[in-house]
C-alpha cells in the first residue's frame, strides 16, 4: 500500500527556516515523481516543487531560490527545506506521488503556520 | 506562467448533471487532469487525460476537453459528489504544475 506521512511542520516566525520531511512506504522515492503541493487556510490548490527520478528539480516562481527539495534513498524519505519563510507561506503542504503529469497518491498533509 | 480560470461555485440539484469547466488559453493542446476535495481530506483524482477515469471512480465522472475549455462532466449528481474541484495541467516549458482556481459544487 502506497503511503506519504508528512511530519516537520509547526509555528514560525516571518524570516525563519522549517525542513519538511515525506516518509514514504509501498514504493521508492527515487523511482517516482514526488511533489509538494501547498494550500493556504480557505484557499486552493498550490503547486509548490517536484523531484524527477532522475534528480531533476522544479519550482513555483513563489518559492525558487526560497525553498529546496531533496530526498534520501535510503531512508526512503522525502524532504522540503524552507527558508525565508514569509507569512503568505501559511498553508497545510501535502507530499505527493505522481507520474509526470498527474497526482495519484496524496500524504495527509501538514500545517506550517508563519507568523509572529 | 499557465493560467486556468474556473466558476468558483455551482449548484445542481440530486440526479442532474454537473458540467465544471476550466477555462485557459488553447487548453485543448494540454492534457488535463481532475481533483476532487472534499472538507478536511486530500484531493483525488478523478479524471486524468482529459478523459481517463481513474479505477474505482465513477462512470458517472467524465470529461471532455477542446478550444479553450476542458470540462469535467458529473452525472446523476449525488449528495457524495459535494466537494472542491480543481483541474490541473502540466506545463511543458516551464515543468510546472498548474491547478485552476477551483470550484465549489453544492448539492442542493
Known amino acids: 500500500e502506497v503511503q506519504l506521512v508528512e511530519s516537520g511542520g509547526g509555528l514560525i516566525q516571518p524570516g525563519g527556516s522549517l525542513r519538511l520531511s515525506c516518509a514514504a512506504s509501498?514504493?521508492?522515492?527515487?523511482?517516482?515523481?514526488i511533489n509538494w503541493v501547498r494550500q493556504s487556510p480557505g484557499k486552493g490548490l498550490e503547486w509548490v516543487s517536484v523531484?524527477?527520478?532522475?534528480?531533476?528539480?522544479f519550482y513555483a516562481d513563489s518559492v525558487k531560490g526560497r525553498f529546496t527539495i531533496s530526498r534520501d534513498n535510503s531512508k526512503n524519505t522525502l524532504y522540503l527545506q524552507m527558508d525565508s519563510l514569509r507569512v503568505d507561506d501559511t498553508a497545510v503542504y501535502y507530499c505527493?506521488?505522481?507520474?509526470?503529469?498527474?497526482?495519484?497518491?496524496w500524504g495527509q498533509g501538514i500545517l506550517v503556520t508563519v507568523s509572529s | 506562467s499557465y493560467v486556468m480560470t474556473q466558476p468558483p461555485s455551482l449548484s445542481v440539484a440530486p440526479g442532474k448533471t454537473a458540467r465544471v469547466t476550466c477555462g485557459g488559453d488553447?487548453?485543448?493542446?494540454?492534457?488535463v487532469h481532475w481533483y476532487q476535495q472534499k472538507p478536511g481530506q486530500a484531493p483525488v483524482l478523478v479524471i486524468y487525460?482529459?478523459?481517463d477515469r481513474p479505477s474505482g471512480i465513477p462512470e458517472r465522472f467524465s470529461g471532455s476537453n477542446s478550444g479553450n475549455t476542458a470540462t469535467l462532466t458529473i452525472s446523476r449528481v449525488e449528495a457524495g459528489d459535494e466537494a472542491d474541484y480543481y483541474c490541473?495541467?502540466?506545463?511543458?516549458?516551464?515543468?510546472?504544475?498548474?491547478f485552476g482556481s477551483g470550484t465549489k459544487v453544492t448539492v442542493l
Open positions: 505527493v506521488r505522481g507520474e509526470l503529469q498527474t497526482f495519484d497518491s
Open positions: 509501498g514504493f521508492t522515492v527515487s523511482g517516482n515523481y
Open positions: 523531484i524527477y527520478p532522475g534528480g531533476n528539480t
Open positions: 488553447n487548453i485543448g493542446t494540454k492534457s
Open positions: 487525460f482529459d478523459a
Open positions: 490541473q495541467v502540466w506545463d511543458s516549458s516551464s515543468g510546472h504544475r498548474v
